[in-house]
Each structure stands twice: as structure tokens, then as C-alpha cells.
């Protein structure tokens, strides 16, 4: 895909940030399972958090396809890191620059845009994670207030953010038409954010639940019109899916060129790994699931910046290069042997990592469902 000047110049920068600021600390992030502040003053120093923010908000304003491309370049790098940006700016992000009115736009992305306030987006709960419609957390409306009860579980970013874009039922009778969002902000009366989970991967980036007792939320916080919010919420996770997909485009270079590295060094038998035709055809194999997956996520970003739904494409996107990262990195650790298991390595990171992305923004099973019933509706 062709991407604009500025937009390379963008991924320069972001790759000299990367390779200067966050690989140092990526053992130490790992290791703490927290994000060092001064590394976030930094990002926010170049402006990472304003990345999707429209310039007249004082953001860069990049697009889908300008946001990918840095998603690439983040897939490259230490995984907590790239989602805290990541999350904040591309899902918690984008229902205020999509629905937000004036007013909403004016108070919140200016300091979005420069890191002050992190975003975060809350739709899941514990009874309803697949299946959104089944949310139970409520809106009431009482005067110039909204009163929220419910609670969220596995929010991204809730650790560190300001703002939460959260989901919630104002009209039961309406079901997934009955679904509203509201901006909560994290002082507001009755709102808790509680403790951060302990992860498998994704060390560094906050991941806790959300209580809400008799929470107030100001009328002017409502995003978009009541029962929208449902709808906003799949139009968000649909280029949520894409730049994942993304993403693991990135990761998926970084471990071949690990392993090209390594199989060109090592030794065994008196031959190096690289002569080994049982490697090499892993590797090949490798190229192509990682050229597979950057061809139908440049498919999906297309169908969106078209201005298409892009459902097909994003759950096909998402499904194929998420399940391509996962032979991916195996084979990353079968060609690198013991190393491969080893820390040092940094494979075994990108491993426990990568599991994720086969789970949040709707899992595998839900991508197949998706792109099922897409192919079988009755026209
Ligand atoms: C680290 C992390 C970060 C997250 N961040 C956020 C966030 O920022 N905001 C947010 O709102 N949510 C977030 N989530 C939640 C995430 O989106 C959900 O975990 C995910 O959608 C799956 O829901 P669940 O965990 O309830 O699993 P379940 O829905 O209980 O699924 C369990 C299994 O059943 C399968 N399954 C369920 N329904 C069907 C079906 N209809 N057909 C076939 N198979 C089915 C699933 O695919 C899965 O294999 C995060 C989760 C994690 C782990």
C-alpha cells in the first residue's frame, strides 16, 4: 500500500523511538509487569498518543492506512508498550472523534491527543464478552444525569486512563438498539477502577475491571444518540480487528528476521541451520502466512477507507493474520531450539504475548461466525 510522505516520515520516527527508547526498557518492562512513566513522557514528547486525534485537535489525524503502518512498526517492539498507544489510540480513541459533538470534542481529544489523558474503551463484562448484547451494566437517566450501575472486567489501559468509553444498557426492551456510550471519567462520584490482572503477556499495560455504584454521569458525556451504542461499538471493533491484524504483520516480520539472523550464525552438525532444508522450508512457509496476512489486511483497510462496512474483510483479516502469528512464532522458537525457550531470546515473550490476539476484539470463533454468516445470509 502506497502511504503518504508523512506517513513515512512518521514510521521513521516511531522506529528510531522504538529501537532508542522502548527496546532498552523492554526487559525491565517484562520483568515489572509496568510501564516506566518516563518512557510515557517521552511518547507523549513525539506525540504517539495523538497519533488518530484530527489536527484540529491537535493530533496528527492519521487514517486507517497511516495507523496500520504504525501498528507494523509497534508489532516490532516490546507488546505492553504498543498497546497502551495502540488501545488509546485506535479504539478508545475513535468513538469520540466519530460521534463526539463539538463540545465533547473540544474537552476531551486536545488532551487525549497529547497523552494527559489516556483512553480507554470498556464494553466487556463478566457475563457478556463474546456476546456483547447480554451486557447487564445500566444507564438511568435522572435530570441532566445518567446514573450507571454494572461492572466491566479485562479494560485495557484502565490503570493509566482519564477517559473510558463505556457501554451501557439504557433501554432493555430495545436489546442491542437499547445499548448506549458515555464518556466516564475516572474521577467521577461512584466510578472504581480496581486491581491490575496478573497476565500470561502483555506485561506492562494495565488490564483491570471497572465498578460502577450509582455512578453520575453528566447528559452531556452520552456519545452519540441514545441506543448508538452498540452500533458505534462494532464500527470501532471492526478497525480495531484491521489494525491487530496489522500488528501482527509487524510481529510476524520481526520474528523472521530473528530467524534469518540466527539460522545464518548457528552451527550444528558442521553445517549452520541456514543449509537445513527442513528449516528453510519453515521459514519459507513463514514469508508466505506473513505475506498472506499483510495482503488481506491491506484488503480491509482498502474496504474501510472506501468508506465500506468492511466486516468480511476485517474478521478475515483479523482471523487469518492472528492464526498465521501463531505458527509463526512456533516455528520462531522449533528453528532457534533451546534458545528459542529461553528469555534471553526474547521469542518466548512474543510468544506468550501473541496469545492474546486470538481472544480480544472478538476471538478466533467469533471471526468464523462472522464470516459464516456473512456468506450464508439469504440476500
Ligand atoms: C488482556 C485482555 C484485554 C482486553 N481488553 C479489553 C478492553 O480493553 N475492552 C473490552 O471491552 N474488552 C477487553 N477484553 C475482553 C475481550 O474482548 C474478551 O475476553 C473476548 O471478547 C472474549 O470474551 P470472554 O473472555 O468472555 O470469553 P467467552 O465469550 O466466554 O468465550 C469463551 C470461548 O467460547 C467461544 N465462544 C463464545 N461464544 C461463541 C459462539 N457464539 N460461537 C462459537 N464460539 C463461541 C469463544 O470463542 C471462546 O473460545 C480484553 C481481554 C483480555 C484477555
Not at 522506529?15 to 518516563?38: K, L, T, Y
Amino acid at each position: 500500500m502506497e502511504l503518504s510522505a508523512e506517513v513515512r516520515l512518521l514510521c521513521d520516527e516511531v522506529r528510531r523511538f522504538i529501537r532508542e527508547e522502548v527496546d532498552p526498557r523492554s526487559r525491565w518492562i517484562e520483568e515489572n509487569d509496568a510501564m516506566p512513566e518516563d518512557l510515557l513522557r517521552k511518547a507523549r514528547e513525539i506525540g504517539l498518543f495523538g497519533l488518530t486525534v484530527p489536527q484540529e485537535y491537535g493530533g496528527s489525524g492519521l487514517d486507517l492506512a497511516g495507523k496500520c503502518a504504525i501498528e507494523e512498526e509497534m508489532g516490532k517492539t516490546n507488546y505492553g508498550f504498543a498497546t497502551v498507544i495502540g488501545n488509546h489510540t485506535g479504539i478508545s480513541t475513535a468513538g469520540i472523534v466519530a460521534l463526539g459533538d463539538d463540545r465533547q470534542k473540544r474537552k476531551f481529544l486536545p488532551r487525549m491527543a497529547t497523552g494527559e489523558w489516556i483512553g480507554s474503551f470498556a464494553l466487556t463484562e463478566p457475563q457478556a464478552g463474546s456476546d456483547p448484547a447480554a451486557l447487564r451494566t445500566t444507564a438511568v437517566k435522572k435530570g441532566d444525569r445518567y446514573v450507571l450501575n454494572g461492572e466491566k472486567i479485562y479494560i485495557t489501559n484502565a490503570g493509566l486512563a482519564h477517559v473510558f468509553t463505556v457501554m451501557a444498557v439504557t433501554d432493555k426492551a430495545q436489546g442491542v438498539k437499547g445499548i448506549s456510550a458515555f464518556i466516564v471519567e475516572r474521577d467521577f462520584p461512584g466510578f472504581s477502577v480496581g486491581r491490575n490482572e496478573l497476565k500470561m503477556g502483555m506485561h506492562g499495560c494495565s488490564t483491570a475491571p471497572l465498578a460502577f455504584n450509582d455512578c453520575e454521569v453528566p447528559a452531556e458525556n452520552l456519545l452519540g444518540p441514545e441506543g448508538m451504542g452498540y452500533v458505534q461499538a462494532l464500527k470501532t471493533l471492526t478497525a480495531g480487528r484491521v489494525t491487530v491484524s496489522a500488528r501482527c504483520c509487524g510481529m510476524m516480520d520481526k520474528l523472521i528476521a530473528q530467524c534469518v539472523d540466527y539460522m545464518k550464525v548457528r552451527t550444528q552438525g558442521g553445517r549452520k541451520l541456514a543449509e537445513y532444508q527442513g528449516l528453510q522450508w519453515m521459514l519459507a512457509d513463514m514469508s508466505v502466512a506473513r505475506d498472506a496476512a499483510r495482503l488481506l489486511t491491506g484488503r480491509a483497510i482498502d474496504a474501510l477507507m472506501r468508506g465500506e462496512r468492511g466486516t468480511m474483510e476485517a474478521s478475515t483479516a483479523k482471523l487469518f493474520s492472528t492464526e498465521a502469528l501463531a505458527k509463526v512464532v512456533d516455528c520462531a522458537v522449533q528453528i532457534h531450539g533451546g534458545m528459542g525457550y529461553m528469555r534471553e531470546a526474547g521469542i518466548e515473550t512474543v510468544y506468550r504475548d501473541s496469545r492474546i490476539v486470538r481472544i480480544y476484539e472478538g476471538t478466533s470463533e467469533i471471526q468464523r461466525n462472522i464470516i459464516a454468516g456473512l456468506l450464508l445470509k439469504d440476500d
